[in-house]
């Protein structure tokens, strides 16, 4: 069986078992259900209930033995101590079966509970997922953990070993425009482990694109192994909890992660060209820079920032240099034909180019194409980034001056030979209406293949895992 | 594993030692490939002359002690001797001084000094989850206080290696800052080849050596040199 085939079953189940739903209250399992059903799974829903004969109104069986045909994917919710017979009884049944309960390895005295769980896996023939976690998410499947949860499929895979911070990439990553072609949270990962979902996203069509949150590995040398081979050819980015050595002791009761040395991951992170990052919001940028944007042969390294204030200017060229790029400077063909536009005192054409908002507003805002299509042309940095302070934009109201914006960067890139990465920062002041404007520009440019920053300080570090995996397959 | 390298841990684990002894590590070292210094072992109480006929001044005496891990930090290491009356003499003193201390030499190491250069540390460890590992650092402050390391996952590649040293805050030593002579960069890698890369020691060890010090390895424009090496071997909890 191919990895693709072995997989099927998890992203695309057509029987889904839901044992600890409760059919008088609403337990995690009941949820479970409700939020399958709102979001439009097709398949069959089995509850397992030991007296019940309705939950959620859905016929219950006893047990897993007694649910007629396969089971693709067992949600199991039941405490800690009865989890290895639940398993145990879905023998030659079940293709998957994930335990959310927790109480096992990431507890002191919970390590013998893990191996029965582990080997009442084994003995049913189910591949165990967790214990200690949440779900699967996989749009195309309409398999869900949470609730609302996008139904649009994308192209980044994940793999989480925390369910709760599985939903926070779920949830904050689509409100950044992040599209998921599915997401595992593992747990413990005491069976199915990160390099085999790896190894699958790597062969899965869907997945252009892998994130990974890990707290430890038990099978380090498989992964390093995996990720080696792989050579960087989908781009994958690491955000590794329990970095420090406090943190380190908070990963091990969170999900038992072995005290490892913090250097071996940063040399995963070299060896294997996939870019570490600290935070969740870096995580996400990352994720989004390399899902709107195709890595270039050679390393992305000069940058020209474009926009509207010369504070954030200075910020952005720091952030811009901090983060390895080199803020270009224009040949004099080049500075000639962006002087020639006669931009009013107080824009400054040097990169980074800072022009007022009043001056973009002229001809309709015809004034950003020109400049964007000059530095398209120059050929001096791979990477622009426009960035619109929204406040002061938004207050020339007469004209879409940020619709205006984004299309002349949409246009200038249809007709781009050199292939310049554009990227857009949309910095806003936290108002709602504000907010909103910048919502409904975030989705359209990033359907077209432009990443969207809330600062320059983001977008430096979101392009800057796109360099590193640039860089590193350069060199192959 | 290297017929060698097999004999020396598994004699070593036999008489009950979890670490090897100085002349034992260079002969791993030698047999993997990395040049160790010209060098006799005589026993305590033997005559020294004799032995070192065919060694090339200056020479540096170490004690070997099975008891002893950080030779200089117990006094057990002189070097810049010019002849064999300097280290007769030496052995003389160190046996004194050991004494004291109450550390009873088993035998002495005499090697000839490596030429002057920058003084690199090699390293190997398991890391618990992913294994063997390779380390290398810039020897001093360097290491020490800054703390300018740089490690990989084994088995490493030629690229690997290059790109540790790349990584090394220090780097531009290694190139001839402050008007020194470049060193042989070639040479570093090669050793980094011989510790972590396919085939190299600690991949081919079956994690029976736990860690790896090459402390420093001089290296100069024509070479690099481990003078001092340190293995000690994974605990198995059974004692011999």
Redesign the interface.
């Known amino acids: 069986m191919t990895n693709l085939e072995q997989f099927t079953p998890l992203f695309h189940p057509r029987t889904i078992a839901v044992v600890g739903a409760s059919a008088t209250t609403v337990s995690g399992g009941n949820r479970f259900i409700r939020n399958l059903r709102d979001f439009g799974y097709t398949g069959h829903i089995v509850p397992i209930h030991p007296t019940a004969a309705e939950v959620e109104g859905l016929k219950a069986y006893r047990s897993l033995a007694d649910v007629p045909g396969e089971v693709d994917y067992a949600y199991v919710a039941v405490s800690a101590c009865v989890a290895p017979d639940v398993l145990r009884s879905g023998r030659d049944k079940v293709k998957f079966a994930q335990v959310m309960s927790s109480g096992f390895g990431e507890t002191e005295d919970g390590a013998a509970l893990e191996s029965d769980l582990v080997a009442a896996a084994r003995e049913a023939g189910t591949r165990l997922i967790g214990p200690n976690c949440l779900g699967v998410y996989s749009p195309a499947g309409r398999v869900t953990f949470t609730e609302k949860t996008l139904a649009e499929s994308g192209t980044v895979g994940i793999v989480c070993q925390s369910g709760g911070l599985g939903i926070d990439i779920i949830r904050r990553g689509q409100s950044k425009g992040l599209r998921f072609s599915g997401l595992v949270t593992i747990g413990n990962a005491a069976d199915l482990g990160a390099a085999e979902l790896v190894e699958f996203m790597l062969e899965d069509p869907t997945t252009k694109v892998i994130g990974l949150y890990l707290e430890g590995t038990r099978e380090g040398r498989r992964l390093f192994e995996v990720l080696r081979q792989a050579n960087a050819r989908k781009p994958i980015v690491l955000l590794k909890g329990g970095r420090t050595s406090q943190g380190q002791r908070a990963a091990a009761s969170h999900t038992g992660a072995l005290a490892g040395s913090q250097r071996a991951w940063e040399a995963l992170s070299r060896q294997t060209g996939m870019p570490l990052v600290d935070t969740l919001d870096e995580f996400l940028d990352s994720l989004l820079t390399l899902q709107c944007l195709t890595p270039r042969a050679t390393a992305s390294s000069r940058a020209v920032l474009f926009g509207n204030g010369g504070g954030t200017s200075v910020l952005g060229t720091d952030a811009f240099d901090r983060a390895g790029f080199v803020i270009a400077a224009f040949d004099s063909h080049t500075l000639a034909t962006l002087k020639a536009l006669s931009l009013p005192a107080g824009a400054s054409v040097a990169n980074p180019i800072d022009v007022p908002a009043g001056a973009l507003q002229q001809d309709d805002g015809r004034v950003a194409e020109r400049i964007i299509s000059a530095v398209a042309a120059s050929g001096v940095a791979e990477v622009l980034v426009i960035h619109v302070n929204m406040t002061v934009i938004l207050g020339f109201r007469h004209v879409d001056m940020l619709g205006n914006i984004i299309n002349a960067a949409l246009r200038v890139r249809e007709t781009d030979l050199t292939g310049m990465h554009i990227a857009l920062v949309l910095r806003s002041d936290g108002d709602a209406e504000t907010e909103e404007r910048k919502r409904n520009c975030r989705i359209r440019a990033i359907e077209s293949g432009v990443p969207v920053y809330d600062e320059l300080a983001q977008a430096a570090k979101g392009l800057s895992s796109l360099r590193m995996v640039e860089a590193f397959r350069a060199r192959i | 594993m290297h017929e060698q390298v097999a004999l020396a841990l598994r004699a070593a684990r036999e008489s009950g030692q979890h670490a090897l002894d100085e002349p034992t590590g260079k002969k791993i070292l030698h047999a993997v490939g990395i040049c160790v210094p010209r060098s006799v072992v005589i026993e305590a109480g033997m005559d020294a002359h004799a032995a070192l006929v065919g060694l090339k001044p200056p020479l540096a005496l170490k004690v070997v002690a099975t008891s002893v891990i950080h030779k200089s930090e117990v006094g057990g290491v002189k070097l810049n001797l010019r002849n064999g009356a300097d280290v007769i003499s030496a052995i003389a003193d160190l046996t004194q001084s050991l004494q004291a201390r109450d550390i009873k030499a088993e035998a002495w190491l005499i090697e000839e000094m490596a030429p002057q250069g920058v003084e690199v540390v090699v390293g190997g460890?398991l890391?618990?989850?992913?294994?063997p590992?390779v380390?290398v650092g810039i020897g001093g402050v360097f290491v020490e206080v800054l703390k300018d390391?740089a490690?990989?996952?084994c088995p490493?590649t030629e690229?690997?290696a290059r790109?540790m040293l790349d990584?090394l805050k220090g780097a531009s030593l290694l190139h001839g800052a402050r008007g020194s002579e470049p060193v042989n960069i070639e040479a570093i890698v090669e050793v980094l080849l011989c510790v972590g890369g396919d085939g190299g020691l600690l991949m081919s060890s079956n994690d029976e050596i736990s860690e790896i010090d090459i402390n420093p390895l001089i290296v100069s424009r024509q070479s690099a040199v481990a003078v001092d090496a340190r293995f000690i071997l994974k605990e198995t909890g059974a004692k011999a």
Request: glycine share 6%; proline share 6%; aromatic share 12%.
């Open positions: 460890t890391d618990p989850e992913f294994g590992m380390m390391i490690f990989r996952i490493i690229r690997d790109d990584e």
